[in-house]
């Protein structure tokens, strides 16, 4: 549509112009200087005067320079002049006569024009030809690609590191093995599970690894091959996949990356998208409690899903896949170092890849034998690892490639995290070197003093670096954002501060009396602490049960 605007206007401004010139042809055509009768005399004496023409009572010369000049017909003599040039006689209507040659060649002109946009406008319709051609191609390309079904050969033992992922998982694979034990039993299988993860943490691999212990054919689609330019086919092709899967059942529907396609609906409107997720939402509703269909769908942004996703009936259960820890690190180094010859003691390398992915390991170990090769061995040595760690880490955060220091102040910092979460009774399972593990429970209603014992949490790291280190360090940016947050909601929201009215002075009051009491009782439990950064120095993780048995050989 902008092409065709820009023709037009460049046809217009071409008319414009070409009028212009024909006025001002017009104008200086007949346009010429008076002279008196010595100037005339001199150009006849000069023979400077090539032809003459008579326009009523004036006679317009033109001279040998090219110049027009006019004087009184009635004060030259026009036999002597007729002698030496030749004398026309202008007729009367010469200026209606430039008119019409004027407006002759103005429409000339403009047929030519007309004549280059109707050119124009068939290439235009030829290109749009061919677009439409081809994005009629890509349609029925899409359309026609087959949804098929793979069957699996991963199975758990090929999956290293996810030791509780398969707990939670082998009774899905136990649903689709033997239904009907449960359906004796009044237990409905259940519709999905969403995999939480950060990327490469192998949630499409668990999926598969599911689909092979169960022994059911596997239907995988990425979220973003739902989302087309095309209103109506994502809808299309979702409830194609679910009529097969059904049809096939017992099996698995694999939906990676499906923040792509359930995004939360709001202002950021897009048709295709929502009416795409409608059509899912539909279909996981539709769901027979004997279908013998699961959905597997994986996501490293589940806040930005659309909340009827989450909702039970939909999702039943979610399995939070985090990056693997020191065990989880040797296993999944075993695994990959298997049917390759090496020298290398597997505890060294696990402990260099604090905060590696199951996928950076394998990329680790592969990069790893590269280099092996360049340097003529067939063996892989520890230096090799050595060589290649920060080329494999090269994009990631820093605070994925700890130091000794570091990681000694990251220990302390989230022992004091995991100390204080035991204490103030927060809900978590174990806390690693990485990441604490601490789930924000939902609650209708909340009480000041259980926001408190959260903020206490959240500036407990802080205040323990402060202790041991008398500093204060980067690794706090997440948590005292929260801290902030957290106080400046129940000041501006709630009117937890001393007043009703917001007051900016009672949020900084909140933070400045917790993290003066959480100081008061990790001072008295240093010797804690210390036993509790040791364990994850070691071990890169501590589990509640591991946090309670160091609590009571302490005291």
């Keep these: 549509m902008q092409y065709f605007k820009n023709k037009k206007l460049l046809y217009t401004i071409a008319a414009l112009v070409v009028v212009l010139i024909l006025l001002a042809f017009g104008y200086y055509r007949n346009s010429a200087e008076y002279i008196s009768q010595k100037t005339y005399q001199e150009l006849i004496k000069n023979y ?48 209606i006569d430039d008119i019409l040659s004027g407006i002759i060649l103005f429409l000339m002109i403009f047929a030519f024009i007309l004549y280059l946009r109707k050119k124009d406008l068939k290439n235009i319709e030829k290109i749009e030809k061919e677009r439409n051609k081809q994005s009629a191609f890509e349609l029925d390309n899409f359309m026609s690609t087959p949804i098929k079904p793979a069957i699996s050969d991963i199975t758990f033992k090929d999956v290293a590191g996810i030791n509780e992922v398969k707990e ?37 691999m668990i999926a598969k690894a599911v689909a092979g212990e169960a022994n059911v054919p596997f239907f995988y689609q990425s979220g973003s091959s739902f989302v087309q330019i095309y209103v109506g086919i994502g809808a299309k092709r979702v409830r194609e996949l679910f009529a097969y899967a059904k049809k096939y059942a017992p099996s698995i529907i694999f939906i990676d990356e499906i923040d792509a396609v359930g995004k939360a609906r709001g202002n950021y409107r897009n048709d295709e998208r929502e009416s795409t997720l409608n059509q899912l939402l539909s ?35 979610r399995v939070f896949v985090s990056l693997p820890d020191k065990k989880e690190r040797e296993a999944i180094i075993k695994i990959y170092l298997k049917n390759k010859k090496h020298n290398i003691d597997i505890k060294n390398i696990a402990d260099i ?28 040595e520890e230096s090799d690892f050595y060589a290649v760690r920060d080329k494999v880490l090269l994009g990631k955060k820093k605070i994925l490639s700890f130091s000794d220091r570091e990681k000694e102040i990251q220990a302390i910092y989230q022992a004091a995290k995991a100390l204080s ?53 980067s690794n706090s940016i997440n948590d005292l954002q929260k801290a902030k947050d957290l106080a400046t909601l129940m000041v501006e929201k709630y009117g937890m501060g001393n007043t009703l009215y917001p007051n900016k002075l009672d949020t900084s009051n909140i933070l400045e009396d917790a993290k003066s009491e959480i100081k008061k009782f990790l001072e008295g439990y240093s010797m804690v602490l210390e036993k509790i950064k040791e364990h994850i120095l070691t071990y890169e993780i501590i589990t509640k049960e591991e946090l309670k048995k160091i609590i009571n050989e302490v005291f």
Excluded: C, H
């Design 283 to 317: 279909e996981m509703d539709g769901f027979e409690d004997s279908s013998g269909v699961i959905v597997i769908a994986a996501t490293n942004k589940i806040e930005v899903l659309d909340e009827a996703l989450l909702r039970s009936g939909r999702f039943d259960r």
């Design 48 to 95: 400077d005067i090539v032809s003459a023409k008579i326009d009523n009572n004036q006679l317009i010369i033109e001279t040998t320079q090219g110049k027009r000049y006019k004087i009184i017909k009635d004060g030259v003599d026009i036999k002597k002049l007729l002698s030496m040039v030749p004398v026309s006689i202008a007729k009367n209507s010469t200026f």
């Design 353 to 380: 890849t604090v905060g590696f992915s199951g996928a950076a390991l394998s990329t680790l170990v592969n990069e790893a034998a590269i280099n092996a090769l360049k340097r003529g061995s067939n063996i892989i």
């Design 421 to 473: 979460a035991y204490w103030f009774d927060l809900k978590f399972d174990k806390v690693s070197i990485m990441s604490d593990g601490i789930k924000d429970v939902d609650k209708e209603i909340e009480s000041k003093s259980e926001m408190i014992s959260k903020i206490k949490v959240y500036l407990s790291g802080i205040v323990a670096t402060e202790i041991f280190y008398q500093d204060r360090f």
């Design 168 to 204: 939670e998982l082998q009774e899905i694979v136990d649903f689709l093995k033997n239904p009907s034990k449960y359906r004796n039993f009044g237990i409905k299988l259940p519709k999905g599970v969403l995999l939480v993860g950060p990327p490469g943490v192998g949630k499409t």
